[in-house]
């Protein structure tokens, strides 16, 4: 039981660049969020979905966009790279919005 | 708005000390409440949760947290905290599929 993937685990962009974040779970798990971290903010939500085809803004939505078309994945999508999206990103993913969420191990992305 | 704050950026404690990490939340009723774990580089682990009920909620790891409503709390101790326990703690509250909110974390060190 693989829980949940996240690739790649480290990544560097030029500015104005784009790439996709993949997320993968395999628990069957209903609801799915992406979440950002910065050094001493907590984490902040980005996007989340509450099951394929259905998906909606968090806190922080802007230059980023996902997709929910299977219920296993859950890609964020960055468009034009700026160096305020330096951070960790995670994943995460939970049965019922009241369980405790299964997170990934998180990516590391710069923009340089 | 919903917030959820933990006073404490960095507690150092001895080991085999008690511990007791703080968590305040803002909510308009009572949310669903949540302490995680975090080790350097690793995703995000869940501690345990509270819903309703009984306000004392045991974890894994030989943690606790005790609800209390009056306080708008939600804290974490652990009776003797070993070197492992060394990580970021986050307390995070929800009331529905829109994403939890997270606290900025506690940093634990542990003293030998």
């Known amino acids: 039981n693989a829980g949940v993937t996240q690739t790649p685990k480290f990544r560097i962009l030029k ?13 069957n798990h209903n609801y799915m969020y992406w979440y950002r971290q910065d050094p001493g903010m907590g984490l902040k939500l980005i996007y989340y979905s509450v099951g394929a085809g259905i998906t909606d803004k968090g806190e922080v939505p802007n ?31 939970s049965y019922y919005f009241s369980d405790g969420y299964t997170f990934g191990s998180g990516t590391r992305l710069t923009v340089v | 708005a919903q917030s959820v704050t933990q006073p404490d950026i960095h507690i150092t404690v001895s080991e085999g000390a008690s ?17 995680y774990v975090q080790s350097p580089g690793q995703g995000l682990q869940l501690l345990l ?3 309703s009920g009984d306000t004392l909620v045991q974890g894994i790891k030989g ?13 974490l101790r652990k009776p003797s905290v070993h070197w492992s326990d060394a990580a970021e703690y986050f307390c995070a509250a929800g009331g529905g599929a829109d994403g ?13």
């Not at chain 2, 943690?63 to 804290?75: I, L």
């Not at chain 2, 939890?100 to 030998?112: E, R, V």
Request: overall charge neutral; aromatic content about 16%.
């Open chain 1, 15 to 27: 500015i104005g660049q784009s790439m996709t974040l993949q997320c993968t779970q395999d628990m």
């Open chain 1, 63 to 93: 230059g980023y966009n996902v997709s929910r078309s299977t219920t296993e994945d859950f890609p964020l999508r960055l468009e034009l790279a700026a160096p305020s999206q330096t951070s960790v990103y995670f994943c995460a993913s």
């Open chain 2, 19 to 35: 511990l007791e990490l703080r968590c305040n939340y803002s909510y308009g009723a009572t949310p669903y409440l949540f302490w």
């Open chain 2, 49 to 51: 949760k509270y819903f």
């Open chain 2, 63 to 75: 943690f606790e947290a005790e609800f209390k409503r009056s306080q708008s709390s939600f804290n």
């Open chain 2, 100 to 112: 939890l909110t997270f606290g900025k974390g506690t940093h634990l060190i542990i003293q030998p």
